[in-house]
C-alpha cells in the first residue's frame, strides 16, 4: 500500500518532477535575489545620502542633546525607509539560503551549512534592524519637548538597546560572510557554470568579514576611523550585494 501511494503514476518520469521542482525553486529564488538586490541597494544608498546631508540636514554637535535628538527627528522619515529596506533583504536571505541549497550540487554537508548561515544571517540581522527602528520610533515619541533630565534617560536607555543590537550586527555579518563564502565554493566547483558570480560572492564575503573584524577593532579600542566602517558599508550593501543578488536572479532564469 505505501509503495503504491509514494510511486509516481506511470508514465510520469521522475526526471519530470524533478524539472518541476527545478523550476520552481528557481522562480521562487529569481523574486527573493531582486528583492534582495532592490532592499540592500535602496537602504544602503538612502543611509550614505543622509550621511552626506545630502537629503538631510548636517548632523549638529552630539554633546547638544536636544540638537541632536531634533536632527534624529528630523531624518527619521528617510531612516525609517531605509532601515525597512535592508530588514526585508535581510529576511530575504533565509529564503535564497534554501534556493541555493537545492541548486548549488547534490544536498551535502557544506549545502546545509551554507543554508544555516544564511538563515541565522538573516533572522539576526532582522532582529538587529528591528531594536533600531524601535528605538528611532521611541525618540521620535518621547524627545520633542522632553526636559534635559528626560533626554539623559532617553540616552542611557538608548545605550542599552544599542549594545545586544550591536552584537546582532555582528553575527549577522560572520553569519553573512560564512553563508556566502560556502555558496561561492559550491559555485566554483561547477566547472559548467560562469565563474564571475562565485568569485564576486568571495569579494562579498570577505567585505563582510572586514565590516565584522572593524567592528571587533572598535570594541578593542583601536583607532579605527568611522570613514572604514562607512565605506564598507557602502561597497558591501550598495554595491557588491545588489550586483550578486541581481546575477543570481539572472543565473536562475538562465537555468530552467
Known sequence: MVAAVTSLPTGYPSSAVDTVSSAGWSSIGRTL??????????GTWIVTLVSFAIIAPQPPDAADRVAHYAYERAVYPQLYVAVVCIAVAMLSLIGLGLVLRHSLGRDGARQQLMAAAFAAAGLFGAIWLFLTIGLLQAVVNVSPGASTQTLQTLTDASALIESPANWLQRAFLLLAGLGTYWSSRLALEDRSSPRGWPVLGLVLAALYWLGFLSLL?????????????????????????????IWLAVRLLRAT
Not at 33 to 42: H, I, R, S
Not at 228 to 245: C, D, H, K, R, T
Open 33 to 42: 535575489a531582486f528583492v534582495y538586490a532592490a532592499g540592500w541597494f535602496t
Open 217 to 245: 577593532a572598535r570594541d578593542g579600542a583601536l583607532p579605527v576611523p568611522d570613514a572604514v566602517g562607512g565605506l564598507l558599508i557602502l561597497l558591501s550593501g550598495g554595491i557588491a550585494a545588489p550586483i550578486w543578488g
